[in-house]
C-alpha cells in the first residue's frame, strides 16, 4: 500500500513538473514574441495573459512618455478607448439587479424631449447598437467635447439611421447616453457610481472614469501617433470611453466575472448573448461585449481606438483565457491578430511571427525626401523587399489616414490613389480615397469613388452614408 501511494505521488510530480515546464516553454515564447514585436516598432504597452487560474505572463514594453522617463509596466495606467462599454453595460445591470430600471424601458423615459421618432428606442437597443441613433463622432469631433454635446446633436437628429432593432450600427452617442441615465437613476455621477459599485468592490484601485475635476493621474501613458507625435485622449464624454485602467485591474475584472460578485452569471449569460434582428438575423454584440461563439469557440471581446490609444480585451469563456493589450502607439499593430497570436501561444498550438508595418519607414521617406520620393521607394521596396515586411492594403490605408491627420490632405489622397492602384479590387481603397476627395471638397470624384466601393461591396454602410451626406451638401450650395 505504501508503495503504491509513492508510486501515485511520483507520477502525479512528474505530471506537475510537465505542467509547469509547459506552462514556463508557453511563457519564454510569449515573450520572445512580444519582444519581436516592440523591437519592430509594432508593441509599445502592457500586456497580461492568463489562462485557467494562472497568469502566464505580464509585462510593459517601451515608454509612457517621448522623453524616456517613465517605462511603462504592467501597473501603468492607459486610457482604455471603448473598452469601457463594458462598465457602462455592468452599470446598467447594476440599476436592473436592483430593481431601478428595466433594459425594455424607453429612453424618453429619461429623456423627455426626444424627437417623437426616437420615442420607440430603448436601453436594450442602447447596450445592442441597435438603436439607429448615429454615432456622434461621425457627426462631431473635437477637442473637449462632452456628454452634453453629444446629447444635443441626439435631441437635434432630423432622423435615425433606421428602426430599432431593425439593423446593427455601432454608435457611441448610445453609451453617452446610457452613462446619463445612470446619472439620472443613481444621483450619483457616472465615475462615482462606477467607482462605488464596480472599481471599490473589486479593489480595481488604479482604475477609474475621468472628470474634468479628477486629479493628475498617476503612471498615465501618453498617447502618440506614429512616428512619435502627441496625440492623447481629448475628450471628455463618458459611457462610450472615459475609463483609464491597468491591465492588473483589468484582470481583476476578468475573474469577478466568473463570480456573481457583482451581478449573477444568468445575468452576465444574457449580456453574453447575441441579439436577433428583426429580419432574423444575428448581431455578435451583447451588453458592451463582441460575441464569438460557434461549435469551438466561446469569446466575448471588445477593443478600443481613439487618438494614440489602442486596447483589447478578450476572454475564452471556458478555458479562462485571456489576454489583455494596452498600447499608446496609434496603429503599430492590428491588436485582433496579435490576440490570435498570442491565444495560438499559450494553447501551445503553431504560431509565427507577425509582419512588420512598412509605415514608419514611409513616414521616414516622406520627411527626408517628399511625397514623389516616397512613391517610388514604395514601388522599389514592395519589389524586391524582406519577406517580414506586409504589403497589405491596410499599411498604406494607415499611412493615408496618418498623413490626413498631421494635415496633408493632399499627400493622403496621393497615397490613397497609389493603394487603389495595387489593390484595385478592394472595396475600402475607393472608400478611402473617396474620403479625401470629400474632404478635398472634390464632390463629383467623392461619389464617383463611394459608388465604386458599394459596387464592390453593397454592404458599405458608410458609402451610403457618405454618399447622403454628399447629396445634403451640394443641395444646400443650390
Known amino acids: 500500500m505504501t508503495r503504491k501511494i509513492n508510486f501515485t505521488l511520483a507520477i502525479l510530480s512528474v505530471l506537475l513538473s510537465f505542467g509547469s515546464l509547459h506552462s514556463q516553454s508557453n511563457s519564454e515564447d510569449i515573450d520572445d514574441y512580444l519582444n519581436y514585436c516592440h523591437q519592430n516598432d509594432m508593441f509599445n504597452g502592457s500586456v497580461l495573459i492568463a489562462l485557467d487560474n494562472e497568469i502566464l505572463y505580464q509585462n510593459g514594453f517601451g515608454y509612457c512618455d517621448s522623453e524616456q522617463t517613465l517605462e511603462i509596466k504592467s501597473t501603468t495606467s492607459f486610457y482604455l478607448c471603448s473598452v469601457s462599454k463594458q462598465f457602462t453595460a455592468m452599470g446598467i445591470m447594476l440599476l436592473k439587479k436592483n430593481g431601478k430600471l428595466t433594459y425594455n424601458d424607453k429612453i424618453s423615459k429619461f429623456f423627455p424631449n426626444l424627437p417623437d421618432f426616437a420615442n420607440g428606442i430603448t436601453i436594450k437597443h442602447l447596450l445592442t447598437h441597435t438603436s439607429g441613433i448615429p454615432d456622434y463622432l461621425n457627426l462631431i469631433y473635437k477637442p473637449g467635447i462632452t456628454n452634453q454635446d453629444a446629447l444635443d446633436l441626439v435631441m437635434n437628429l432630423d432622423s435615425l439611421d433606421f428602426t430599432p432593432e431593425e439593423n446593427y450600427s455601432y454608435s457611441n452617442s448610445g453609451y453617452v447616453l446610457l452613462s446619463l441615465i445612470i446619472e439620472e437613476v443613481s444621483k450619483m455621477t457616472y465615475a462615482e457610481f462606477l467607482d462605488d459599485n464596480i472599481f471599490e468592490p473589486l479593489s480595481m484601485t488604479s482604475t477609474l472614469a475621468y472628470e474634468v475635476t479628477t486629479p493628475k493621474i498617476k503612471n498615465r501613458a501618453i498617447g502618440y501617433a506614429p512616428p512619435g507625435n502627441l496625440n492623447d485622449y481629448d475628450l471628455l464624454t463618458t459611457g462610450d470611453g472615459g475609463i483609464f485602467s491597468t ?159 498631421e494635415g496633408m490632405l493632399t499627400e493622403a489622397q496621393t497615397i490613397f490613389k497609389l493603394n487603389i492602384e495595387q489593390f484595385p479590387d478592394a472595396f475600402n481603397v475607393y472608400d478611402s480615397y473617396a474620403e479625401s476627395c470629400f474632404h478635398l471638397k472634390q464632390y463629383e470624384l467623392s461619389v464617383k469613388n463611394y459608388k465604386k466601393s458599394l459596387e464592390i461591396n453593397p454592404k458599405n454602410k458608410n458609402a451610403v452614408d457618405m454618399l447622403d451626406q454628399i447629396k445634403k451638401v451640394l443641395a444646400s450650395k443650390e
Open 247 to 405: 491591465v492588473e485591474d483589468l484582470y481583476k475584472w476578468d475573474r469577478a466575472l466568473y463570480t456573481n460578485k457583482l451581478v449573477p452569471q444568468e445575468m452576465l449569460v444574457e449580456a453574453f448573448s447575441a441579439i436577433e434582428l428583426t429580419d432574423g438575423s444575428v448581431s455578435n454584440y451583447g451588453y458592451g461585449w463582441e460575441i464569438q461563439r460557434d461549435s469551438t469557440t466561446n469569446r466575448v471581446l471588445h477593443g478600443g481606438s481613439l487618438a494614440g490609444f489602442r486596447t483589447i480585451i478578450s476572454r475564452d469563456l471556458d478555458s479562462k483565457f485571456v489576454c489583455i493589450l494596452l498600447t499608446n502607439h496609434g496603429n503599430q499593430y492590428n491588436l485582433y491578430r496579435a490576440v490570435e497570436d498570442l491565444r495560438a501561444i499559450a494553447y501551445g498550438n503553431k504560431w509565427d511571427y507577425p509582419k512588420v508595418s512598412i509605415v514608419p519607414k514611409l513616414i521616414d521617406v516622406l520627411n527626408a525626401k517628399g511625397i514623389e520620393s516616397t512613391l517610388s521607394f514604395y514601388k522599389e521596396f514592395k519589389e524586391d523587399h524582406d519577406p517580414k515586411y506586409s504589403f497589405d492594403e491596410n499599411q498604406l490605408n494607415s499611412f493615408g489616414y496618418w498623413l490626413g491627420y
